[in-house]
């Protein structure tokens, strides 16, 4: 791989026929084409890549639940080192934090920490587990803890997660390798939310909502690590006409947009980040929503003025330009991944 080249990283589910992680190559305005694939792990639903982007890592989302790291070699990608379980199953999420590789295990509702070696390698075994407990009103979906996300604050403070099942927040800390609660913030019950996204200023958050098509807007204390739900707003213009599930949230480097994807509705939601009183773009206003290239979006990536959507049922990622006043996508073209599940860029 030259240097400076961009790359793209695919997971998908094996379990659906996907290819494993595919390694794609982007070209100056976005476009996406398929370069290897590597399929020696089941079902590597997200991934995540290091900071110096020579270390992949990559959920197993399958009941036994694992982790495992790959480096960035040329175009293709090399394991380094086997799978580690996580001590948790269905493991949907992770995010790097403390030096430590962090999993949000649906299945079992927990958080699961695994050290990373200064190679960025990974441990033989996690090194501790955060167990969940509670649950929402929804008779199917909140019976128990349902962790959905987990990533790091902007200032590194932090380790944050989302409980779908719980209808809450959890702010966390790491002690001698665990997962530590430092604070649990309760959301609107029956909400199922889904994913968090930082605005660019470190002092607002918008939470994605699974169960009901809204987005939650937060206040974010990164001093005391707190997290104040301000207000919920609307991601479609109108109530759903059958299955409307929430999935992908992102915000524009310079704050002024955010997107969100529907599975469902299979659209893309574009909305400003119109200043409120106390200042600062934060107040979300929908602006349009439009088709997002396929069926099923499960994931959706911004970078350098392009959405990437993982549209998982007609398996293929496709990506829009944004406009850089008005933030709507337009379609630029699809990349055939079957089950695709999430991207990442080098």
Known sequence: MADGARRAFIGSF???????????????????????????LPDPSYLALAADGRTLYAVSETDEGA??????????????????PVAASGPTHLGLFDGHLLTANYGSGSVTAVPVRPDGTLARSASGVFEHSGSGPHPQRQQ??????????????????VDLGTDSVLVCTLTDGTPVLHREIALRPGSGPRHLAFHPDGR????????????????????????????????????????????????????????????????????????PSGGGRTQP??????????????????????????????????????????????????????????????
């Open 14 to 40: 094996t379990a659906a026929g996907g290819p494993g992680i595919v390694t794609a190559a982007v070209a100056p305005d976005g476009g996406l084409t398929a370069l290897s694939a590597v399929d020696g």
């Open 67 to 84: 982790v495992a790291a790959l480096r960035v070699a040329g175009d293709r990608l090399e394991p380094a080192g086997g799978p580690v």
């Open 144 to 161: 128990g803890p349902h962790t959905h996300q987990v990533q790091p604050d902007p200032s590194g403070r932090w380790a944050v997660a």
């Open 204 to 275: 607002h958050a918008y939470v994605l909502n699974e169960l009901s098509p809204t987005l939650l807007v937060c206040r974010w204390d990164a001093d005391g690590g707190v997290l104040q739900p301000l207000t919920e707003v609307p991601v479609l213009p109108g109530a759903p006409a059958g299955d409307a599930y929430p999935s992908g949230i992102a915000v524009s480097p310079d704050g002024r947009r955010l997107w969100t994807a529907t599975r469902g509705e299979d659209v893309l939601s574009v909305l400003a980040l119109d200043a």
């Open 285 to 346: 206003r929908l602006l349009a929503t439009v088709p997002c290239g396929g069926r099923w979006p499960r994931d959706l990536t911004e970078a350098n003025g392009v959405l990437y959507v993982a549209n998982e049922r007609s398996g293929d990622v496709t990506w829009f330009a944004t406009d850089p006043d008005t933030g709507l996508p337009q379609r630029g073209g699809s990349l055939p991944v079957t089950a695709a599940s999430c991207l990442v860029l080098r």
